[in-house]
């Protein structure tokens, strides 16, 4: 079980603070960094607009005080970075993947976050080919603001296309136009982007197969090697959840989330893209998202921002969520980490199990329990499993068992 462990940043009234410094990882979890791979992830927590669907820890004013105004944030963000070399040092992980996320990190001007990529080099190893990826809306990108991102070091970007439908947008609250996503991708390319992708979500109110069908054929007719695409998951307390509660909008429907799958695993693969886990298909290996499997390997990554999450050595914890609180605990020389926990040796087992599942590579059988391994050969039986895979000691999803890949992973972790 998890063991919650004292607050390294302090979040309530009585809570400890405690410095940020070396003291705050154990041994245990400071004694794989020099062999285990290592990411950072940054988090910008800005929007123009907030999208109806979106539960993430995202602000769309700019002005949210000292240090966490968008003007400013690139400086608190780098002197989190700079915390992060002091806790993790002397002998210091190598940086493999950067990922900017958000909110949408592009609206912050291209030479902020070239300016955080900067700060990056100069206090970690980074190794030659670092996978520096950025999120962005379509509409939040230029030729220009391209180029300075590409001469900064970034190599991947991943833009939220999410349809090419303008009335499904308009139900998701997404500003940009149909067709602009795929012009950003061509804009992304001609800046010399090596790798491209484009986000979709299916399943909205209102779309149709024919809806969803356009999408997939803007996304393939784009310059883009790696897609996407994510069934609409109604989350409790956004605007999404208050219109489907009063009626406005339906719940998403099951089987046609099902077919809308199938839909895209087809028309993806008759391009060439491979799906590499559930929800992600990439040209080759090349192209797959390097920073998303560290996650998915349940390797370290330290989160910078308001938010955001870090993993090192079984050891998790969590930023403040609001960006002035965040802000000032850096000021004070604080951790922000709001709360922490280590996890035990079961539940790092049980979570490689849950991750690997998901993947095109497969999971060693030997990492489930006699009795998951048991459900794994029966799993076979039910054309949830491939066969193949599992006479060679590996768990690999059928095309119908991603379809069912909740209800198998409970099924081989129960």
Known sequence: MTTTLPLIGGARAGD?????????LPGTARAGLPTTPFGLYVHVPFCATRC????FNTYTSDELGPGANRSEYAGTAVAELRLAAEVLGPDLPTVRTVFVGGGTPTLLPASDLVAVMEAVRELFPVVGDVEVTTEANPESVTPQSLDTLRAGGFTRISLGMQSAAEHVLAVLDRRHTPGRAVQAALEARAAGFEHVNLDLIYGAPGETEADWSRSLDAVLAAPVDHVSAYALIVEHGTRLARRVARGELPMPDDDVLADRYEQADRALRAAGLGWYEVSNWARDRAARCRHNELYWANANWWGIGPGAHSHVGGVRWWNVKHPAAYADRLAAGLHPASDTERLSAADQALERVMLGLRLRDGLPLAALSEAGRLRAAES??????????HAAGLAVLTDRGRLLADA???DLTD
């Open 52 to 55: 109806g669907y979106c539960d």
């Open 408 to 410: 198998v992973i409970r």
């Open 16 to 24: 400890p603070v405690l410095p940020a410094d070396r003291s705050m």
């Open 380 to 389: 076979v039986v039910r054309g949830l499993l491939e066969p193949g895979p």
